[in-house]
Every structure is written in C-alpha cells, then in structure tokens.
C-alpha cells in the first residue's frame, strides 16, 4: 500500500470513528463538538500508526568481530565422543544417554554406561 493509500484510509477511518462516535458522546452529554474531537484524536492516533508501520527500518546487525566457536564440521571434542557398545545402540557421554537406531532411549545401556 502506497502512502498516498495509507492517508486516506487513515481519512476514511477516521470519518469512520467520528461517526461510530458521535451517538455515545451525544448520550453522554458531552455533545456534538465534543464527539468531534473524540473521533478527531482517535482518526489521528490511527492514521500514525498506519503511517508509522510504513517506516519501519529493518536493520542487521553484523559484527566484525565475530568468529564462530568451531570450524564448519567441527565440534567440541566432549561432543565427538559418541560410541557403541552393541550393534544397534550408541550411547552420548554429553547426555549422559543412550539411543536405539530409531531415536528412542534405551534405559538398559543408559543404566549399564552411566550407572542410573
């Protein structure tokens, strides 16, 4: 949406809130000139949102001096030490766990290798 569009839908939303304004004030008491600038500040608190929205600069941030922890393919050696101790079975001394070959836990080898 342009932002020629944006300010005249902000226009036609704020005719919109006067209107919807203009009974209820009335019934309050506040009259005519009152539900004026009722539907006048709302219309203007919509048409800077609308036009604010428009202006949003969408920044990245880099950092010359990052550098990342590992090289591509690389990892913490504690991480790399993964094993076997049957077919089927590889227990992870991070976790503190061990896996069958289909992602479930195996309680059996978690409590054989790491004692619980």
Known sequence: ???????????????????????AAEAKGIGPTGAAIVGGVAGLAVGAAIADSANRNKKKYYYNGYQQPYAPGQ??????????????????PAQRLCYNNGGSVNGTWTRRAFGY
């Open 75 to 92: 990892y913490d050696p504690y991480f790399n030490q993964a094993y076997s101790p049957v077919a089927g079975v590889v227990c992870y």
């Open 1 to 23: 949406m342009t932002h020629l569009g944006k300010l005249i839908f902000a226009g036609f939303a704020a005719a919109a809130l006067l209107v919807a304004a203009q009974p």
